[in-house]
């Protein structure tokens, strides 16, 4: 069906060490994917963004990788701070059944960061 | 202001009562979405307005949410008859278009508690 899982519901990391969150997708035809943080109590914000046509993205402190091959997305946290403790969601957007394009949200990852 | 703004932040309403949620998008953004999330899980897509286009309404749980966009600006999202079921975090979201690259940018949501 129309979902995108996470291989972990929740990951622990030590305060600067390097996090890597996972993230499986199921639309072969998805062509955009998206990294959102959610703070407790907050909405989602936006962290990075990578198209299909790319393996690689880096941002601030962030890495996106992309393997269309097997259908995952990766999200890296270098140096991991306390303030990366948060939730973080994946996203696919492409075209479905119908025709239609849809931003397909998984379930989300907790990362707690221990000092 | 600046961001995305919800009102209330939260409510608290009895079973079988109706209640309305607001949201204000950016300025300038065409697009709005309204997304559902329960303790603990991802997203649930709602519903998603684009400018004057009739609104994609595919993610409405039931025929007792329904939600409205006026003047193409503030949205409101209401649910008649409350349930317990219903208890969530809405969320509303607006971004400049729906294409692929254009991100969302979140409101902090509105707390529902249906007791």
């Known amino acids: 069906g129309e979902s995108v899982g996470l291989h972990l519901p929740t990951l622990s990391v030590q305060e600067g060490d390097n996090s890597i969150i996972n993230c499986a997708y199921s639309?072969?035809?998805?062509?955009?994917f998206i990294w959102y943080k959610q703070e407790s109590g907050k909405g989602p914000q936006f962290i990075i963004d990578?198209?299909?046509n790319m393996d690689k993205r880096q941002g601030q402190r962030v890495t996106v990788l992309l393997n269309k091959t097997v259908k995952h997305l990766s999200l890296q946290i270098a140096a991991t701070q306390p303030g990366d403790s948060a939730v973080y969601f994946c996203?696919?957007?492409?075209?479905?059944?119908?025709?239609?394009?849809?931003?397909?949200w998984g379930l989300g990852t907790s990362l707690a960061v221990n000092p | 202001g600046a961001g995305v703004s919800q009102s209330p932040s939260n409510k608290v309403t009895e079973k079988g009562k109706d209640v309305e949620l607001r949201c204000d998008p950016i300025?300038?953004?065409?697009?709005l979405y309204w997304y559902r999330q329960s303790l603990g899980q991802g997203l649930e897509f709602l519903i998603y307005?684009?400018?004057?286009?009739?609104?994609?309404k595919s993610g409405l749980p039931s025929d007792r949410f329904s939600a409205e966009r006026t003047g193409g600006s503030v949205s409101t999202l209401t649910i008649q008859r409350t349930q317990q079921e219903d208890s969530a975090v809405y969320l509303c979201?607006?971004?400049?278009?729906?294409?692929?690259?254009?991100?969302?940018?979140f409101g902090p949501g509105t707390r529902l508690t249906v007791l």
């Open positions: 979201a607006s971004s400049l278009d729906r294409t692929p690259a254009n991100e969302q940018f």
């Open positions: 300025s300038g953004h065409t697009a």
């Open positions: 307005f684009q400018g004057n286009s009739a609104p994609d």
């Open positions: 639309n072969s035809a998805s062509d955009y």
């Open positions: 990578i198209r299909s």
């Open positions: 996203a696919e957007n492409g075209l479905w059944a119908g025709n239609n394009r849809k931003l397909i």
